[in-house]
Antibody, heavy 122, light 110 residues
Framework: EVQLVESGGGLVQTGGSLRLSCTASGFTFSSYALSWVRQAPGKGLEWVSV????????YYADSVKGRFTISRDNSKNTLYLQMNSLRAEDTAVYYC???????????????WGQGTLVTVSS | QSVLTQPPSVSAAPGQKVTISCSGSSSNIGNNYVSWFQQLPGTAPKLLIY???KRPSGIPDRFSGSKSGTSATLGITGLQTGDEADYYC???????????FGGGTKLTVL
């Protein structure tokens, strides 16, 4: 059974940093692209970033480029999101999501974690 | 402002059929596969349709997807009150090098 479990969310001050983790199980971790997707309170889904299976390529939404860094440790089956220079508008539930298609990025997220809430406040 | 455009809301009676549209451009829907997600209140999104028209195992055939040009459509037949949810389309955008979502459509089953 595929499982994705996020952790690391919490309350942080404007300008602060936070690192989210997503621990995965039930599939060949290094073979699949993984994304972070967020949802602000009462708003729609917003894709944040993706990293391919090998970790060799990463992509970011313009809204987080230069502030957030996605990474993965395939030996630990864990995905990370380092978030720096946090702003109020980064407040959201952050989900990690597994692309369904082997080896490539399509945005066909067949598995999602339960989400972790990040609140940025002054 | 979302890259993909969906109607904010749709509604229909139980047992009826509803369609939800998703409009994009050649850099996203026009040249990439479309997925559809259902999000029930307070839960993570769930994949309903992938590769334009394929259903993951466990998704009933009441849900269907199609794509034509730069638009995609989700169809739901035999509406049930349990289908009340937010629905999102998504795909890869080759120009942005990003996954893009529609703004979401709230389905009300009257």
């Amino acid at each position: 059974e595929v499982q994705l479990v996020e952790s690391g969310g919490g309350l942080v001050q404007t300008g602060g940093s936070l690192r989210l983790s997503c621990t995965a199980s039930g599939f060949t971790f290094s073979s699949y692209a993984l994304s972070w997707v967020r949802q602000a309170p009462g708003k729609g889904l917003e894709w944040v970033s993706v990293i391919i299976g090998s970790g060799g390529s990463t992509y970011y939404a313009d809204s987080v480029k230069g502030r957030f860094t996605i990474s993965r440790d395939n030996s630990k089956n864990t995905l990370y999101l380092q978030m720096n220079s946090l702003r109020a508008e980064d407040t959201a539930v952050y989900y990690c999501a597994k692309d369904q298609t082997f080896g490539i990025v399509r945005g066909s997220f067949e598995y999602w974690g339960q989400g972790t809430l990040v609140t940025v406040s002054s | 402002q979302s890259v993909l455009t969906q109607p904010p809301s749709v509604s229909a009676a139980p047992g009826q059929k509803v369609t939800i549209s998703c409009s994009g451009s050649s850099s996203n829907i026009g040249n990439n596969y479309v997925s559809w997600f259902q999000q029930l209140p307070g839960t993570a999104p769930k994949l309903l349709i992938y590769d334009n028209d394929k259903r993951p195992s466990g998704i009933p055939d009441r849900f269907s997807g199609s794509k034509s040009g730069t638009s995609a459509t989700l169809g739901i037949t035999g509406l049930q009150t349990g289908d009340e949810a937010d629905y999102y389309c998504g795909t890869w955008d080759s120009s942005l090098s990003a996954v893009v979502f529609g703004g979401g459509t709230k389905l009300t089953v009257l």
